[in-house]
């Protein structure tokens, strides 16, 4: 399989280069060049299979002669076992037609472990064999950060600097990242949004006195292999609720837009999905632009689910992309506009191409509260975090036809966020044993002026060489 940039002027690379890679040289993101499809027959065949087999089974067209479908069945038993449910994303009904898909029973408790405990192992097979070591530079608004730093904390060939915008992020999510204390890890408090964390971890890719001298990689959503992880829950759960000969629709909380599209990757492959629903919070770029074509960057506004306190959206592009022709260069031209002016509109082409599949949606702080409140009160007690909520509420208001299930995912685990979640439903959600005594370790980070000088002379003093 070839991985191809959606700016057109990147060589085209396989699997292992497009992983290691991250983000494109031509500050692109890597696609395939082409969707693999499966049958309806492959696709039912794939009914009931355990989790690691069925992640192997819906990647393997994606990784093609990176490694043999052994190995790959292998780094998904090892990457999976680590989670603390069986059915690793299990469902829970949450009335006739509503359901929950809960994606936070890994380490860090979100989604995010789903492809970054695969991605940590994919990065250790892949630099062993050309004996080389990568320097991992990460922005994350709370749940990246945490989700790689587990994944890759201790591991040789690997340092990781992980930005974080200085308290912006929750307790639980910081203290998950900067109570690790690997030698390898590196942990960043910069004053600025998560947006600003992002713009410089982007810069550092185009600058050769750092790429020159370090590999550098992601492990934001800018990653191909994250985005490719993710589609295998949506296989899973479609299968659980009568796909593929019945259609299930998905309301997707989203920031960075990277698991929504995933989403419209496991569609592209074949899996029968009648929507997908983008949920947003008041940073709502998104729901602006998949509304009424208005791709425009207002500021950020801290909120509840900090997760999605973005206005650019990174994968998005990859949509733009894929539904607007697939003319790398055209998008060029549209995303340096953007990046000059933070505003574009979107084409007639991407609008419709984008509307055959998504819809959008948008909950302010009350709206959020009162998904938590629904669940809590009419669900037997189920208890959502802030995130999922502002799902269940794009689910809850959809109209969609009677007869399709309607899956929210559920992103990260209540704990995660007690002050949202308490104040909603007036109980305090405990961490699960598997967090451990996150509470009574000492924190270890720096905090650093939110200016891109600055970050890049921090990692080099600290990064190793790549060979
Ligand atoms: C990262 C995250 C999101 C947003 O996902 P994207 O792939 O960036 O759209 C939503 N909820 C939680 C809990 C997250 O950690």
Request: charged fraction near 20%; charge should be neutral; hydrophobic fraction near 45%.
């Amino acid at each position: 399989m070839e991985y191809v940039s959606t700016r057109g002027s990147a060589p085209a690379l396989d699997f292992e280069g497009a992983t290691l890679a991250g983000l494109a040289a031509d500050g692109g993101l890597y696609l395939p060049r082409e969707w693999p499809r499966f049958t309806t027959g492959q696709i039912a065949a794939m009914r009931a299979l355990p989790y690691p087999e069925l992640a192997a089974r819906v990647m393997q067209p994606f990784v093609g002669d990176s490694l043999t479908p052994q190995r790959l069945r292998e780094l998904c038993e090892q990457a999976y076992g680590r989670f603390a449910h069986a059915a690793v994303t299990p469902l829970t009904q949450l009335d006739e037609r509503h359901w929950l898909l809960e994606l936070f029973h890994g380490p860090t408790l979100a989604f995010k472990d789903v492809a970054l405990q695969l991605l940590g192992l994919l990065f250790e097979e892949f630099l062993g064999r050309r004996d080389e070591r990568l320097t991992i530079v990460g922005a994350t608004s709370g749940d990246t950060g945490s989700a790689a730093i587990d994944a890759v904390a201790g591991r040789e060939r690997i340092d990781i600097f992980m930005l974080h915008p200085k308290g912006r992020v929750s307790d639980v999510q910081r203290r998950q990242m900067t109570t690790v204390k690997a030698p390898n890890v590196y942990n960043v408090a910069i004053d600025g949004s998560f947006d600003d964390a992002q713009a410089m971890v982007k810069r550092m890719f185009g600058d050769a006195a750092m790429t020159g001298r370090f590999r550098i990689s992601a492990v934001n959503s800018i990653n191909w292999a994250r985005l490719m992880a993710q589609v295998v829950y949506y296989f899973a759960a479609a299968l659980q609720l009568g796909g593929p000969e019945r259609k299930v629709a998905f309301s997707v909380p989203t920031g960075n837009f990277g698991d929504v599209f995933a989403g419209h990757v496991a569609a592209r492959m074949g899996l029968p999905i009648e929507r997908l629903i983008v949920a947003t919070n008041v940073n709502d770029i998104l729901h602006r632009a998949l509304s009424a074509g208005d791709y425009s960057a207002g500021t950020v506004t801290p909120t509840a689910a900090p997760s999605m306190d973005i206005q650019v959206s990174s994968n998005f592009e990859r949509l733009l992309f894929d539904v607007g022709g697939r003319d790398g260069r055209a998008l060029a031209e549209q995303m340096r506009g953007f990046e000059a002016s933070k505003a574009m509109r979107l084409t007639n082409a991407q609008r419709e191409g984008a509307a055959a599949l998504f819809t959008s949606a948008r909950a302010d702080a009350a709206q959020m509260s009162q998904a938590m409140r629904w669940a809590w009160e009419k669900c037997d007690g189920e208890v959502i975090d802030p995130h999922t909520a502002i799902g269940l509420h794009a689910a809850l208001h959809a109209g969609l036809p009677e007869c399709v299930p309607v899956v929210t995912l559920a992103t990260a685990h209540p704990a995660k966020f007690p002050e949202a979640v308490e104040r909603a439903i007036g109980r305090r959600p405990s961490l699960p044993a598997r967090a451990g005594n996150l509470f009574e370790r000492d924190e270890r980070y720096v905090e650093l002026p939110g200016d891109y000088a600055a970050i890049a002379a921090y990692v080099a003093e600290h990064a190793a060489p790549s060979r």
